[in-house]
Structure formats: structure tokens, C-alpha cells
């Protein structure tokens, strides 16, 4: 039997290497002088091992400003959109009322919409409407997302019972509090998929902060980190790039992995 499983240990272990590998060359290259990085040929270990590069992350720019304006919008974005795709996704799984398939395509077709396409147009609504405060603005694409939706609608078609859902009208339920609790404790794999997918969405978003954030103090921190800093002057011969940063969506991943391949291989089951 151990020998039969030795040739998909062997490929389990490629692969897991390939998928390192990118990871490994980061970090390794954190640690090297800005000009060693594109050395040829090449070299995985630091010579020499230096902290310059995270020492000028820390005290040259304020990074922590950064970090802290992305992880709250990230978590204030996430926690809202949450609630609002389940809310969403049940009316749409167990209600019947005029013009759910249509409100239902129409909904399902937005996610071959580029959200580079809607972009400009949301930001002259929230601009025209006084509310382009990036607190606000910067949570306003990632609320009511098409995906998470239609991921909640599907979850709740296939794992929540209408047998379940009658039983608690008859015993004086309301509808709300049919949701709050019997609905969302049976949602929690695909709550805590959702949760890691979206805050991995606002946390790494660059297109729509760069549009919408001018105030430097304000910035993201994929923002404020960006791929190269150049100088003013338009020239791109010493165009160097910046030190990497450390990865609050890796942390967030690991505490709450359990959590989305639970729901990734409920909806894999049942689909």
C-alpha cells in the first residue's frame, strides 16, 4: 500500500516546492542589498545578509499608517459584506417574489463586468453624493459583492432544509430571526471561505484606492508600497523596487484556513 502512494507523495511534494518556491525567492530577497537582487546568475541565500531593507520600510515612510488603513478597511469591508451576502443569498435561495430570476441574472451577469469598467462612474456617484471620504469610499465596491451572493445562494439551496425553516415559522419565528438563528450558524464553513476571499480582495486593492485616495497619510498599504520608486523627474534607469512587506492576508489565512477548506470542499460535495 505505501508503495503505491509513493509516486503521489512524489508529485504532492513538487508541487508543494513550485508553489514555494516563489515565496522563498521573496523572502530571500528581503534580505539581500537592492543590488544583489537581479545579481547574475542568481543566489537563493543572502550574501551578505542585511536588515537595510526593512529598516528603510519602517522608519522612511509611514508604513504602520499604511497598514492600519488597510487591515480596518479590509476588516469593516469584509464583516459588512459578509452579513450583507448571506442576507442577500437567502432571500434569493428561499424567497419567491417578482422579478427574482431577473433581479438574479442580472446580479450573476455582473461578474464579467471588469471593475475597471465601473470604476469612473462610481466614483463620480460617490463624489457628486459627498460621500468620498476614503473611511467610506475605499469599503463601497466590496459591500455587495456578485460572487459572495451567488456563493451564499448556493450554499443555502443545497445545505439549508425548507423542512428546517417551516418548522421554526410554526413555532413563531420571524423571518429575521429564522436568519439570525438558524441560518447563519449553518453557514459558517462558507462564512469563514467568504470571509478569507473578500478580505483578501480589499486588503490587496491598488486600482480603486490610486483613484480615489490623494492624501498620502491616507494611503493603503498596497498604495503606499508600490512596485517601484521612481524619481520625479519621469526617468526609469534607476527605477528600483521596494523592499517587500510583511503579509497581514498569510496571517489571516493561516488562523482561519479551517475554516475556508471546510467550506470550499462543502460546496466541492455538494455541487
Known sequence: MMRTRIP?????????????????????????????IFAHPPRLLPDPFTLDNYQRLLSGQPFWRWFLMSTVVA?????????VCAL???????????????LFGVMFSSLSVPFAVILVPLFVILVKSGLGSPWFALIVPWVAPAFGIFMMQQYIVQSVPDSVLEAARIDGASKFGIFRTIVLPLLRPSLGALAVWQFLQSYNSFLWPLVLV????????????????????????SCQPEPSSPSCPVALFVVLRKKLLEGLSTGAVKG
Open 8 to 36: 503521489l507523495y512524489g508529485t504532492l511534494v513538487l508541487l508543494l516546492l513550485a508553489f514555494l518556491a516563489p515565496l522563498l525567492w521573496a523572502l530571500s530577497g528581503s534580505f539581500k542589498p537592492r543590488g544583489d
Open 88 to 102: 442577500a443569498g437567502y432571500g434569493f435561495a428561499k424567497f419567491r417574489f417578482a422579478g427574482r430570476r431577473l
Open 214 to 237: 490623494s492624501d498620502s497619510s491616507q494611503y493603503t498599504l498596497p498604495l503606499g508600497r508600490r512596485p517601484c520608486s521612481c524619481p520625479s523627474n519621469g526617468s526609469t534607469t
Open 75 to 83: 476588516l469593516v469591508a469584509t464583516t459588512v459584506s459578509v452579513f
